[in-house]
């Protein structure tokens, strides 16, 4: 009898220390509005400031001069923005591939919708850089064969947009169609091209396809944004105009 009380003791006090399972039943919750009605925490704040008027001095700093002001829409095949994007590639990025490879940049292109953002008249600061290409991408430089470079020429055609193009010379007929290609001056040959473009697109990004059969691909380990700034650096004037790269006959 002592034992079984014992045991009913003992199952009493493991009942009563066992928990029943917490459940949410309801949640609360309010709207709060960010503005300058909030009162700031001082002691953030003092450890915040420095940091970002460092930021502030660094992005405003003057690197370059544009007498005229530059956006992606100025025109439908080829525009000054999308012109200075690719040259700009072409000039910094080729030292550096041929440097480590011993070939030459044949070929850039990047992608209209890449470009976010345009230009304005007068200084061009670090900002400017950051405005026009806020990603990470870097720069990467894809062998492509003949076919393959066709392809591109092909896609250029079809999609008749400003995708920026630098080592191509396209000419449309009045009609939109591909009357003549050329890569620097000559026609397309059968042999191995070196175009640069971004990590991004190299993957086949915005419907580029032809990228994935690249027989080989050199990264450059330099971001594109860097690479704007760096040439911005170099630059006192900054004037790319809207060429023959890439244009469509009237009649």
């Known amino acids: 009898m002592r034992q079984f009380l014992i045991l009913i ?25 960010i503005s300058d009605s909030i009162e700031k925490n001082k002691e953030l704040e ?8 460092r930021i502030q001095e660094e992005m405003s700093a003057v ?10 829409s100025d025109a439908q095949l080829n525009t000054p923005l999308g012109n200075m994007m690719s040259d700009a590639v072409l000039e910094m990025a080729n030292p550096i591939f041929e440097k480590r490879t011993g070939h030459k940049i044949d ?7 890449g470009i976010r953002s345009g230009i304005n008249a007068g200084e061009v ?6 405005n026009i290409m806020p990603f990470e991408n870097e720069v990467a430089v894809a062998e492509l064969a003949s076919e393959e470079l ?14 920026p193009i630098a080592g191509l010379q396209i000419t449309l007929n009045a009609k939109g169609l591909l009357k003549e290609v050329k890569v620097n001056g000559e026609h397309i ?22 990228f994935k059969k690249s027989k080989s691909v050199h990264s450059l380990d330099y971001k594109l944004r860097n690479l704007f700034i760096d040439y911005f650096k170099k630059k006192d004037t900054i004037a790319p105009k809207q060429d023959n790269r890439f244009t469509k006959l009237e009649n």
């Open 150 to 163: 066709k392809a591109l020429v092909n896609y250029l055609v079809k999609n008749k947009v400003a995708h």
């Open 107 to 113: 070929v850039v292109i990047l992608n209209y919708g």
């Open 189 to 210: 040959q059968n042999k191995s091209y070196y175009v640069a473009t971004s990590d991004y697109l190299i993957k086949g990004g915005d419907h580029m396809e032809f």
């Open 46 to 53: 003092d450890f915040i400031s420095p940091y970002r008027e």
């Open 125 to 130: 600061t670090t900002r400017t850089a950051y």
């Open 9 to 33: 003791l003992i199952s009493i006090s493991i009942c009563s220390c066992t928990k029943s399972p917490t459940i949410l039943v309801k949640t609360n919750g309010e709207q709060v509005q």
């Open 63 to 72: 690197l370059s001069y544009t007498p005229k002001a530059m956006f992606k």
